[in-house]
């Protein structure tokens, strides 16, 4: 049976964007289903991070499609698209240090509009059941009265998964999040993301290949700006034109 495009949570199609005649993405096109973790590698200078900065809005298309859940975003401002439920992370954790850990999940909580206005509303029973599930899952349960700025590196990357998870994205898109983290804190990362995809979809970048093998459900590989490669890590680390590019250096 054939898979329709319009089946899957995200549907890149042809997508190109063009700086001053240099196509850092050109006629891409791949495919995300609901549940998935993709992570898309490559060489530096690939086009990867291009590729989040399209779907979340943040870099206009000069042509192609985004479809997420059949909506197009290569049309919408970048709120608007965090309002269709695509949460990005971007390489440095954005968090408040002076706030301890639950009150960064709480400015996060959909209702918290400003940081003010957050933390003056009531904490009712719903907002600090979901900030105590949140802290969980992302490891951070014992530590909620702390001040975010004497979290560990990692701990901090968690914090802002956590962040993010709060608003509760169908799509979750993550550039790099293991880069500095210790090989205890990436394996804990690897089990963070297998536990949220639940009704949702995750993209990562990622250049160690050992995360890569514990999360990739499919590993898209991009060089200039184009899809190398896709499929199973398996299959992506024995392609010839992978390692030539890539896994060989
Ligand atoms: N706003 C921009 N204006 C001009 N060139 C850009 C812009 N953004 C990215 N580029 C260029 O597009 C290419 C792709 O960059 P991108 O950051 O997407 O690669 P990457 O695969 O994420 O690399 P890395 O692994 O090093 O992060 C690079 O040559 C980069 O210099």
Not at 111 to 137: P, Q, T, Y
Request: proline share 3%; aromatic share 6%.
């Amino acid at each position: 049976m054939s898979t329709k495009h319009e089946d899957f949570v995200l549907a890149v199609e042809g997508l190109t964007v063009s700086f001053d005649g240099f196509k850092a993405v050109n006629d891409l096109s791949f495919y995300v289903d609901e549940g998935e973790i993709r992570v898309i590698i490559g060489p530096n200078g690939a086009g990867k991070t291009t590729v989040l900065d399209l779907i979340c809005g943040r870099t206009q298309a000069t042509s192609g499609s985004i479809k997420f859940r059949g909506e197009e975003l290569t049309r919408m401002k970048e709120h608007q698209i965090v309002h269709h439920g695509v949460g990005r992370k971007f390489q440095n954790p954005s968090i408040y240090d002076d706030l301890s850990v639950f009150e960064n999940l709480e400015i996060s909580y959909p209702r918290g509009r400003s940081v003010f206005g957050s933390l003056m509303f009531k904490r009712d029973r719903e907002v600090i059941e979901e900030v105590e599930n949140i802290a969980e899952i992302i490891f951070l349960q014992n530590d909620l009265d702390k001040p975010a700025g004497l979290l560990s590196h990692g701990q901090k990357q968690w914090l802002e998964i956590g962040m993010l998870l709060i608003q509760k994205p169908d799509l979750l898109m993550l550039d790099e999040p293991v880069a500095g983290m210790s090989v205890a804190e990436r394996k804990k990362t690897a089990e963070l993301l297998n536990r949220i995809t639940q009704g949702r979809s995750v993209i990562v970048i990622e250049h160690d290949m050992q995360f890569v093998e514990d999360i990739a459900h499919r590993v898209t590989v991009m060089h200039q700006g184009k899809v190398l490669s896709e499929g199973s890590m398996e299959r992506v680390k024995n392609d010839p034109k992978v390692i030539e590019v890539y896994l060989g250096h």
